[in-house]
């Protein structure tokens, strides 16, 4: 099951949504992107715009081309754009609830051959499949953030997601210049979420039993490891938050205790320290 056209529709236009949709756009793709709000639209559509700006500033994109890709996104609160879409992404909150709610959803909608992808970072991709009547095209692309930026996407194969929708996937993100690794065997966390799950929750635990700072363990896995940036210091990138969910989904699948979150990093997002887009996380900033 080769992807024949090239729309695409992506379900969310956060951080993630809108990062897929503006290299979709730049590669060709016809986007539409979905939000359930004007206001959240106009955020995606701004935020993709800046980056868009950014690249031609420093002359890494031509401004026809970044005016092409924006032609080609078009927003819309109507989950029914997306009947027609070739690959539809998913890049909601990382709540099961919502994420089954939507593809329960878009089973009634798309295509016989429509590809039907979750940007989870951490939840089972059978789980979310269950809820519609084709879980053989339903796969997960788990891309990175800044997705512009950041080369990766984890192709996650579900436990009835065909070798066809596979396939498919990866031809859709390898179009949008994304390297990708492919999941077996569908894991809570999948590869790299449990690998990032588990050192930020020691780091965070080393940090708060005071066996050292967070700035020195950042250092040591910088310098000690050849890690670009420290498991704290990603914490705060990514978001506190994000990775505190995505920890407890894991531990919540897997009951090992390596993955359960301190007590100081749930009063953390209870506080609202959830690092770069709050201010303040494990670093001021």
Known sequence: MAVVGKKLAVVGAGLMGSGIAQVSAQAGWDVTLRDVTGEALTRGTDGIKASYEKFVSKGKLEASAAEAALARITTTTDLDAAAEADVVVEAVFEKIEVKREIFGRLDTLVKDGTVLASNTSAIPITKIAAATSRPERVVGTHFFSPVPMMALCELVRGHRTSDE?????????????????????????????????????????????????????????????????????????????????????????????????????????????????????????
């Open 165 to 285: 929708t596979l396939a498919a996937a990866r031809e859709f993100a390898e179009s949008v210049g994304k390297t990708c690794v492919v999941v077996n065997r569908d894991v809570a966390g999948f590869v790299t979420t449990r690998l990032i799950s588990a050192l930020v929750v020691e780091a965070a635990k080393l940090q708060e039993s005071g066996v050292a700072t967070a700035e020195d363990i950042d250092t040591a896995c910088k310098l000690g490891f050849g890690h670009a940036m420290g498991p704290l210091a990603t914490a705060d990138l990514t978001g506190v938050d994000i990775l505190l969910h995505a920890s407890e989904n894991i531990y919540a699948e897997s009951r090992d205790p390596k993955f359960a979150p301190p007590e100081s990093m749930r009063r953390m997002v209870d506080a609202g320290d959830i690092g770069r887009k709050s201010g303040r996380g494990y670093y001021d900033h």
